[in-house]
């Protein structure tokens, strides 16, 4: 009913683009328009419940119609996506909303997660080696659950705050699609699976990854405490920093990896700033708290600064790997991916952060390919320098 209202209203113009394929993105920012206040009075002042127009509109039912329009093309094609937000909304319904709560439909921070464990991995493989792949596949399961268990204790700490908050409302938790009772069991499966990954590593490991558990456990915490929540998100995101070195070699070298933690840190503090002016509106209505809020205007001197410690971590640590040219070739369009985030965002433009947010999952392949032709370079630069030695 409510959709159909909506596009009898529509001009021609917005009919054309609605038989285009693109309703979804009108709806889209529509219902963004219309849970932009909650209980307050909306431009035609006119009041609005949030939490009836969370029912009504954003619900699976009045959405999945107009969301198969995008599907179909107006040659009458069906177009043909393997996103992971269409792989989610292929799932069996019941399935869907656990899906969602992992935040499988929003890969982006499994990358985020993912992205310090190969840098890791790609150092300590041996001189003119790939990366183990079997390591690789081992971590990426184990970013997968681990950002999903992450997600799943966000949520449940954080429910009563979501449900004041566009953005975030219609979580499972929040939306009541998904009991705390239901989530808590869920969370018992993906920690149960990630301790099985963990435990194909060695011993040293082990213990190493069994550490990080207490920062997983109370890192939602923080925004309600300090205004740094972003830099115990940095301890908890990179830790893979510190454990891609210890599966590969049996202990950490930390002339390497406290370095190449402490970059991964900084990394962290960078994107996750600029995350969150997105939600700084809102954050400061429910009483939370972040960088964005405590930086505000000074943001970007701020990301600056961290920009330059993180780059002189990344030197450091591959100095101390005796990583070569091609790793600070790298290193160079690093810095200038950075300057040019930070320099070009606008930190008053919701879309403009999470365009730049997401760019960092590029940023991140571009060291770990770096890294991986600086390793195989090793192997050209010794056998020349044995060449060498044998002509003298």
Same mark, same amino acid.
């Not at 609005?48 to 009458?76: E, M, N, W």
């Given at each position: 009913?409510?959709?159909?209202?909506?596009?009898s209203g529509?001009?021609l113009?917005?009919?054309?683009r609605?038989?285009?394929?693109t309703?979804?993105?009108? %709806?889209?920012?529509?219902?963004?328009?219309?849970?932009?206040?909650e209980g307050g009075?909306?431009?035609?002042?006119l009041h609005?419940?949030?939490?009836?127009?969370?029912?009504?509109?954003?619900?699976?039912s009045a959405i999945?119609?107009?969301?198969?329009?995008?599907?179909t =093309?107006?040659?009458?094609?069906r177009?043909?996506?393997?996103?992971?937000a269409?792989?989610v909304?292929?799932?069996?319904?019941p399935v869907?909303?656990?899906?969602r709560?992992?935040?499988?439909?929003?890969?982006?921070?499994?990358?985020?997660?993912?992205?310090?464990?190969?840098?890791?991995?790609?150092l300590a493989?041996?001189?003119?080696?790939l990366?183990h792949?079997?390591?690789l596949?081992?971590?990426g399961?184990?970013a997968?659950?681990m950002?999903g268990a992450?997600?799943?204790?966000?949520?449940?700490?954080?429910?009563?705050?979501?449900?004041?908050v566009a953005?975030t409302?219609?979580?499972?938790?929040a939306?009541?699609?998904?009991?705390?009772? =239901?989530?808590?069991v869920f969370?018992?499966?993906?920690l149960?699976?990630?301790?099985?990954v963990?435990?194909c590593?060695?011993?040293y490991?082990?213990?190493?990854?069994?550490a990080?558990?207490?920062?997983?456990?109370?890192?939602?915490?923080?925004?309600?405490?300090?205004?740094?929540?972003q830099?115990?998100?940095?301890?908890?995101?990179?830790?893979?920093?510190l454990?891609?070195w210890?599966a590969?070699?049996?202990?950490c070298d930390?002339?390497?990896?406290?370095?190449?933690?402490?970059?991964?840190?900084?990394?962290?503090?960078?994107?996750d700033?600029?995350?969150?002016?997105?939600?700084?509106e809102?954050d400061?209505?429910?009483g939370?708290?972040?960088?964005?809020?405590?930086? =505000?205007?000074?943001?970007?001197?701020?990301?600056?600064?961290?920009?330059?410690?993180?780059m002189?971590?990344?030197?450091?640590?591959? %100095?101390n790997a005796?990583q070569?040219?091609p790793y600070?070739?790298?290193l160079s369009?690093v810095?200038?991916?950075l300057?040019?985030?930070i320099?070009?965002?606008d930190?008053?433009k919701?879309?403009?952060?999470?365009?730049?947010?997401?760019s960092?999952?590029?940023?991140?392949?571009l060291?770990f390919?770096?890294?991986?032709?600086?390793n195989?370079?090793?192997?050209?630069?010794e056998?020349?320098? =044995?060449?060498e030695?044998?002509?003298?």
């Amino acid at each position: 009913m409510l959709p159909a209202k909506l596009t009898s209203g529509l001009p021609l113009n917005a009919l054309r683009r609605i038989h285009d394929g693109t309703i979804y993105h009108c %709806v889209y920012s529509l219902s963004n328009c219309l849970l932009k206040t909650e209980g307050g009075r909306t431009r035609d002042g006119l009041h609005s419940d949030s939490s009836v127009l969370r029912r009504v509109f954003c619900s699976q039912s009045a959405i999945r119609p107009l969301l198969k329009l995008h599907d179909t =093309q107006h040659y009458g094609r069906r177009s043909f996506s393997l996103s992971a937000a269409t792989i989610v909304n292929s799932a069996p319904a019941p399935v869907q909303p656990y899906l969602r709560l992992m935040r499988l439909d929003k890969p982006i921070g499994t990358w985020l997660l993912y992205l310090p464990c190969t840098w890791s991995i790609a150092l300590a493989s041996d001189p003119g080696c790939l990366p183990h792949l079997g390591m690789l596949t081992l971590f990426g399961t184990g970013a997968l659950l681990m950002r999903g268990a992450g997600c799943t204790i966000n949520d449940m700490w954080d429910k009563d705050f979501d449900k004041k908050v566009a953005r975030t409302a219609t979580r499972p938790i929040a939306s009541g699609e998904i009991s705390r009772m =239901q989530a808590l069991v869920f969370l018992g499966g993906q920690l149960s699976l990630a301790l099985g990954v963990l435990l194909c590593l060695n011993y040293y490991s082990i213990a190493l990854g069994a550490a990080s558990l207490s920062l997983v456990v109370t890192y939602p915490l923080m925004k309600r405490i300090t205004y740094w929540p972003q830099l115990m998100l940095g301890l908890t995101f990179n830790w893979g920093a510190l454990l891609g070195w210890s599966a590969v070699q049996g202990s950490c070298d930390w002339s390497v990896c406290l370095p190449l933690y402490f970059s991964g840190v900084m990394w962290t503090l960078i994107y996750d700033t600029i995350y969150a002016h997105q939600d700084k509106e809102d954050d400061v209505k429910v009483g939370v708290k972040s960088t964005a809020l405590r930086f =505000q205007e000074q943001t970007k001197p701020w990301l600056s600064g961290f920009s330059v410690a993180m780059m002189s971590g990344l030197v450091a640590a591959g %100095v101390n790997a005796e990583q070569t040219l091609p790793y600070f070739a790298v290193l160079s369009t690093v810095a200038i991916h950075l300057t040019h985030q930070i320099y070009t965002l606008d930190i008053n433009k919701p879309e403009d952060c999470w365009k730049k947010f997401i760019s960092n999952r590029n940023l991140g392949l571009l060291l770990f390919l770096g890294i991986v032709a600086g390793n195989l370079w090793k192997e050209r630069r010794e056998t020349l320098l =044995q060449n060498e030695g044998a002509v003298r």
